[in-house]
């Protein structure tokens, strides 16, 4: 069998290093090496993803060999259905992150007050090195090893941030690094304790053997007590990663400092890692202290729907407003992840890849208008539609996905989530609708001072996108027109993982009551 995961992740890896390799000054050719790699690896994964049966083992494309054998760590990669939707996210978002910060890190380019600290072929490189890691996080079947990818993602986002980002960037990459490091921590502690524990005789619940094999460690059995302390290991480096309030105030200041192409792959696929933790490890592996804590998920999540959202409101930085609405879509997902249905759970995971697409779309757009502008103010614009109208149709459909209108993506995953939690928990799902309403406020009151009005004079001779932009950008709107009207290739990946999940916690779909059967029908009582 043909080695497609471990091959997707060696290549980004290969040609970063082959970018820093490239002789000094050869900046135009690192951008094309770069941009080549990454749509290779697009097509190579797209080639994978048309092999994967969706009835067939839950796992495919695996591959497991030691790594290091007296510990019981194995390099181990397959891909779930949910697994390959968010390797298909990252894979999609990378070459046009790359084609959307052609200019990015030229020391020419952007603010002069604030150059970058490091060349451009080192930015390429490290965006390469990213793709990578991100690619391994998802694919990891091993939990030692996707501790490994987890941590080692923090380093090429670090220095991104650091060297090529904003006024403050040195306490936004700080910062960044700091809460990560203090979540990967928990986590490291957490995979320490599984070793014993796998260790133990088959007859007091361990397995015989050292492991941190996924497929081995789902038949452990673990004290309640020890588990809930596990579960919280995990679940707080996976809520500072998504990031649920409240471990979220890393998020505005890392997104509003990076570079826009940066800022996608920060909020549009690395914080998905935290999301897709809890639902592949929290649930998984600890089934019963993820019922346990539930009730104190749900609540923060529905805290962060509504707290995300207020905050988005009243920002005067465009990609500060983005990330506080991302605050706000991670509760709905996480709100899907712990009503722990078959519908909210295929919910929360198409809305990984819907709002990676919607926010990266904004992202990109808003990193157009600021390359132009120099300024990230949202009152620094003004009847932008009128000199650049394609550019404000593209931001509006992005922001109209942000705000989950009927027919783009994001409305058939915030639809099922809150379908799929009012079935369980009908109080939160009522409350969350409220993050519905405020995002129509935040969406269109962004653009209503960006795109109309009377054009600011220092937009009057802003150009429209170029050939090179419209590239980077069209392809994800149509993934999200796409999307909107026909999830189902998605979901029918998605749904069997899913389905074996909730085996796991031992969770089954609530039942239809007489009322609601009523409802339906249309029938009286």
Request: proline residues 6%; hydrophobic residues 55%.
């Given at each position: 069998?043909?080695?497609?995961?471990?091959?997707l992740?060696?290549?980004?890896?290969?040609?970063?290093?082959?970018?820093t390799?490239?002789?000094?000054?050869?900046?135009?050719?690192?951008?094309?090496?770069?941009?080549?790699?990454?749509t290779?690896?697009?097509?190579?994964?797209?080639?994978?993803?048309?092999?994967?049966?969706?009835?067939?083992?839950r796992f495919?494309?695996?591959?497991?060999?030691?790594?290091?054998?007296?510990?019981?760590?194995h390099?181990?990669?397959?891909?779930?259905?949910?697994?390959?939707?968010?390797?298909l996210?990252?894979?999609?978002?990378?070459?046009?992150?790359?084609?959307?910060?052609?200019?990015d890190?030229?020391?020419?380019?952007?603010?002069?007050?604030?150059p970058?600290?490091?060349?451009?072929?080192?930015?390429?490189?490290?965006?390469?090195?990213?793709?990578?890691m991100?690619?391994?996080?998802?694919?990891?079947?091993?939990?030692?090893?996707?501790?490994?990818?987890?941590?080692?993602?923090?380093?090429?986002?670090?220095?991104?941030?650091?060297?090529?980002?904003?006024?403050?960037r040195?306490?936004?990459?700080?910062?960044?690094?700091l809460?990560?490091?203090?979540?990967?921590l928990?986590?490291l502690?957490?995979?320490?304790?599984?070793?014993?524990?796998s260790?133990?005789?088959?007859?007091?619940?361990?397995?015989?053997?050292?492991?941190?094999?996924?497929?081995?460690?789902?038949?452990?059995?673990?004290e309640?007590?020890?588990?809930?302390?596990?579960?919280?290991?995990?679940?707080?480096a996976?809520?500072?990663?998504?990031?649920?309030?409240?471990?979220?105030?890393?998020?505005?200041?890392?997104?509003?400092?990076?570079?826009?192409?940066?800022?996608?792959?920060?909020?549009?696929?690395?914080?998905?890692?935290?999301?897709?933790?809890?639902?592949?490890?929290?649930?998984?592996?600890?089934?019963g202290?993820?019922?346990?804590?539930?009730?104190?998920?749900?609540?923060?999540?529905?805290?962060?729907?509504?707290?995300?959202?207020?905050?988005?409101?009243?920002q005067?930085?465009?990609?500060?407003?983005?990330?506080?609405?991302?605050?706000?879509?991670?509760g709905?997902?996480?709100?899907?992840?712990?009503?722990?249905?078959?519908?909210?759970?295929?919910?929360?995971?198409?809305?990984?890849?819907?709002?990676?697409?919607?926010t990266?779309?904004?992202?990109?757009?808003?990193?157009?208008?600021?390359?132009?502008?120099?300024?990230?103010?949202i009152?620094?614009?003004?009847?932008?539609?009128?000199?650049?109208?394609?550019?404000?149709?593209?931001f509006?459909?992005?922001?109209?996905?942000?705000?989950s209108?009927?027919?783009?993506s994001?409305?058939?995953?915030?639809?099922?989530?809150?379908?799929?939690?009012?079935?369980?928990?009908?109080?939160?799902?009522?409350?969350?609708?409220?993050g519905?309403?405020?995002?129509?406020?935040?969406?269109?009151?962004?653009?209503?001072?960006?795109?109309?009005?009377?054009?600011?004079?220092?937009?009057?001779?802003?150009?429209?996108?170029?050939?090179?932009?419209?590239?980077?950008?069209?392809?994800?709107?149509?993934?999200?027109?796409?999307l909107?009207?026909?999830?189902?290739?998605?979901?029918?990946?998605?749904?069997?993982?899913?389905?074996?999940?909730?085996?796991?916690?031992?969770?089954?779909?609530?039942?239809?009551t007489?009322?609601?059967?009523?409802?339906?029908?249309?029938a009286?009582?």
């Open positions: 069998m043909f080695p497609w995961l471990s091959v992740i060696a290549l980004p890896a290969v040609g970063a290093f082959g970018v390799l490239l002789p000094k000054g050869a900046d135009e050719l690192a951008k094309r090496f770069a941009l080549a790699v990454s290779l690896v697009a097509v190579l994964t797209v080639v994978m993803a048309f092999q994967f049966k969706t009835g067939g083992a495919q494309f695996t591959e497991s060999y030691w790594w290091i054998k007296a510990f019981g760590v390099w181990a990669v397959g891909a779930d259905g949910v697994a390959l939707v968010l390797i996210l990252s894979v999609i978002l990378v070459p046009l992150v790359v084609l959307a910060s052609w200019n890190a030229e020391r020419s380019g952007g603010a002069s007050e604030n970058p600290k490091r060349s451009v072929k080192i930015y390429f490189a490290l965006i390469l090195a990213l793709e990578a991100m690619i391994g996080v998802f694919a990891s079947t091993d939990v030692f090893m996707f501790y490994v990818f987890f941590e080692a993602m923090l380093i090429p986002v670090y220095f991104i941030i650091g060297s090529y980002g904003g006024p403050q040195s306490y936004a990459a700080v910062k960044f690094l809460y990560s490091l203090a979540g990967g928990l986590m502690v957490a995979v320490i304790w599984l070793y014993p524990l260790a133990r005789p088959v007859a007091a619940g361990g397995l015989g053997h050292p492991s941190f094999l996924f497929s081995e460690l789902t038949h452990l059995q673990i309640p007590t020890t588990a809930k302390w596990l579960f919280m290991g995990f679940f707080i996976f809520a500072i990663k998504a990031p649920l309030v409240p471990f979220h105030t890393w998020l505005p200041d890392a997104a509003g400092q990076a570079p826009a192409g940066a800022a996608v792959l920060i909020v549009g696929v690395l914080d998905k890692v935290g999301t897709y933790g809890m639902l592949r490890f929290c649930l998984e592996l600890f089934p202290a993820a019922r346990w804590a539930t009730p104190l998920v749900l609540t923060l999540s529905v805290i962060g729907i509504v707290y995300g959202a207020i905050l988005a409101i009243g005067v930085d465009l990609k500060r407003l983005i990330a506080y609405t991302s605050i706000s879509h991670f709905f997902i996480t709100l899907g992840i712990f009503a722990m249905t078959s519908q909210a759970q295929a919910g929360a995971t198409l809305y990984m890849v819907n709002h990676g697409f919607s990266g779309a904004l992202f990109i757009v808003a990193g157009f208008m600021i390359s132009r502008r120099g300024s990230a103010r009152d620094a614009y003004g009847g932008v539609q009128k000199v650049a109208p394609l550019l404000a149709g593209t509006l459909i992005a922001g109209l996905s942000g705000l209108l009927p027919g783009l994001s409305f058939v995953s915030e639809f099922l989530v809150l379908v799929g939690t009012f079935s369980r928990y009908r109080v939160p799902a009522v409350i969350a609708t409220v519905m309403i405020l995002a129509a406020i935040y969406i269109l009151w962004m653009y209503q001072r960006t795109m109309n009005g009377p054009t600011a004079p220092a937009v009057s001779a802003m150009k429209d996108l170029s050939r090179r932009e419209v590239v980077a950008v069209v392809p994800i709107i149509a993934i999200i027109v796409a909107g009207f026909f999830p189902k290739p998605i979901l029918d990946v998605i749904n069997p993982s899913v389905k074996q999940t909730l085996s796991r916690v031992h969770q089954v779909d609530p039942k239809p007489v009322a609601d059967q009523l409802i339906k029908t249309g009286r009582p």
